[in-house]
């Protein structure tokens, strides 16, 4: 299994920004970010694919997020900006895909999840 770290959380007020960070370990095609926030499912958020197969955004991200991976030093990150209250929510980064769409959670890998609350 691919093993994956996440960093980068915390507490920012309404229209900030932050960067998330997961540090991975191993060969994954595909790999995403994903979220859940109080009392909801987890959605797919952001999602990468090598080799020329390009980034997947969920409507919600689309204009204020931005995915990428740096293979050089093995991270995926995920900048937001323009953070609004519900972003609030644990978000978790996801490797090899088996299937489906990638933002859907089929995943065999995933992270920890980090915090990420916004305050209006």
């Known amino acids: 299994r691919v093993q994956l770290v996440s960093s980068g959380g915390g507490s920012v007020p309404t229209g900030g920004s932050l960067r998330l960070s997961c540090r991975f370990s191993g060969y994954s095609h595909c790999m995403a970010w994903f979220r859940e926030g109080p009392g909801k499912e987890r959605e797919g958020v952001a999602a990468v694919c090598s080799g020329g197969d390009g980034t997947f955004y969920a409507d919600s991200a689309k204009g204020r997020f931005t995915v990428a991976q740096d293979n050089a030093k093995n991270t995926l990150y995920l900048q937001m900006s323009a953070l609004k209250p519900e972003d609030t929510a644990m978000y978790y980064c996801?490797?090899?895909?088996?299937?489906?769409?990638?933002?859907?959670?089929?995943?065999?890998?995933w992270g920890q999840g980090v915090q990420v609350t916004v305050s209006s």
């Open positions: 996801a490797a090899e895909h088996s299937g489906g769409s990638v933002l859907s959670a089929q995943y065999e890998s």
